[in-house]
């Protein structure tokens, strides 16, 4: 958060001396040494960079292909961090279909699921936002 700061104070001391073309001391000041921080750890990001490329290619130089080939395979980290539910849902066992509404000559019609712990789900086809089977999805 604060090199977002020191970024910001260096971009409004460059654009001070761009409107007001003169800059007083200690503006001067404070934008050389925000652009000195930031030059500092913009440098230490590139290091670093450059470090972790050259470690992950030392590695890869020395792997057999068979362990190459099983590395590229593995899922990555953020792959086991799925959203799955908390409470899966159990399977179904049977479905029925029923009417569950007639308008004006059209039949809506809705599926009943139910499942092996005993709930009963309800999808509904058509528009029937006031089924009258309890909560639709």
Do not use: Q
Request: hydrophobic fraction near 40%; proline fraction near 4%; charge should be negative.
């Amino acid at each position: 958060m604060w090199l977002i700061t020191v970024g910001i104070l260096f971009v409004s001391g460059i654009l001070y001396y761009v409107f007001a073309r003169s800059m007083p001391p200690i503006v001067l000041g404070i934008t050389i040494a925000c652009g000195a921080v930031l030059l500092f750890y913009i440098i230490r990001l590139i290091r670093e960079k450059l470090r972790d490329n050259a470690y992950y290619r030392h590695m890869v130089e020395h792997m057999s292909s068979e362990e190459l080939d099983r590395t590229l395979k593995e899922p990555t980290p953020w792959e086991d961090y799925t959203c799955k539910p908390m409470y899966p849902e159990s399977e179904v066992v049977s479905t029925e279909k029923v009417i569950c509404r007639r308008i004006s000559g059209e039949v809506h019609t809705a599926v009943l699921l139910v499942h092996k712990d005993g709930t009963i789900n309800v999808k509904c086809r058509g528009e029937c936002y006031d089924c009258e089977y309890g909560d639709v999805e």
